[in-house]
């Protein structure tokens, strides 16, 4: 009785289509978040994760390439780990006594909004494949490229050189370049972060995210309408 469902990314979409759903009645709907507000004015200070602090979000693998980084330079700017789970004892023992990483445990949604705001760039490294990635539509609301893995929606976020960085999903080396890339080079991304919140505007924000919601709607209401009227 269903009429369609709505996707939150088209890597979503794949997953459910390969399970057997009907992909005539699953159409693509993205997330949309509220603008926090702050938008990021300069280049940034710190390079910033923010979530939970677990393997399949790449965690280690992030504390891989910020090794290969600090060993190569460094990036001119340090690495905040905001958030907590199952590795947090493991990132506070990496962190302690570093001057280049900042493990700041759990921050409050304010916290959070003026971390993003300051951030050279946020880091998402997942080894899973996200179905959306809500924080890194929280980045481009800020006027903030992303790093993020090179797989599941993050592709549908994240326009490669343009709103912020792809990095090979699992790959420290790979990460450490994309991480270098933007933190070296303060115009660029200045210049990503203009793209990034454009991009949010233009796709991810709650006047955009509530139309689309209506007009999905009227489709539905309408294929309803038109599939009744066939049967009688």
């Not at 507000?37 to 280690?60: M, N």
């Not at 006594?97 to 760039?121: M, T």
């Not at 454009?198 to 689309?212: K, M, T």
Request: hydrophobic residues 45%.
């Amino acid at each position: 009785g269903v009429e369609r469902f709505l996707c939150i990314s088209a890597a979503q979409r794949d997953v459910l289509v390969r399970s057997g759903m009907p992909a005539e009645r699953l159409v693509v709907k993205h997330n949309f978040v509220p603008d926090p507000g702050p938008v990021r004015s300069g280049g940034g200070d710190h390079v910033l994760y923010l979530g939970r602090l677990a393997e399949p979000k790449g965690v280690r693998l992030l504390m891989a390439a910020w090794d290969v980084l600090a060993a190569r330079g460094g990036a001119g700017v340090p690495l905040v780990i905001a958030g907590a789970g199952p590795l947090d004892r493991e990132v506070a023992a990496w962190a302690a006594d570093r001057d280049d990483v900042r493990y700041v445990g759990l921050y409050d949604p304010e916290q959070c909004r003026e971390a993003v705001a300051r951030a050279v760039a946020v880091v998402a490294p997942s080894l899973s494949l996200e179905t959306f990635g809500l924080v890194v539509a929280e980045a481009m609301a800020a006027g903030v490229p992303a790093v993020a893995a090179g797989h599941g929606a993050f592709v549908e976020l994240v326009e490669d050189g343009v709103t912020g960085l792809l990095h090979r999903p699992g790959d420290p080396a790979s990460l450490a370049s994309r991480i270098r890339e933007v933190a070296t080079d303060p115009a660029r991304s200045r210049e990503m972060g203009r793209a990034a919140r454009l991009r949010y505007e233009q796709a991810f924000s709650p006047a955009v995210g509530l139309e689309r919601l209506v007009e999905e709607y009227r489709a539905a209401i309408a294929g309803r309408t038109e599939s009744m009227g066939g049967s009688t």
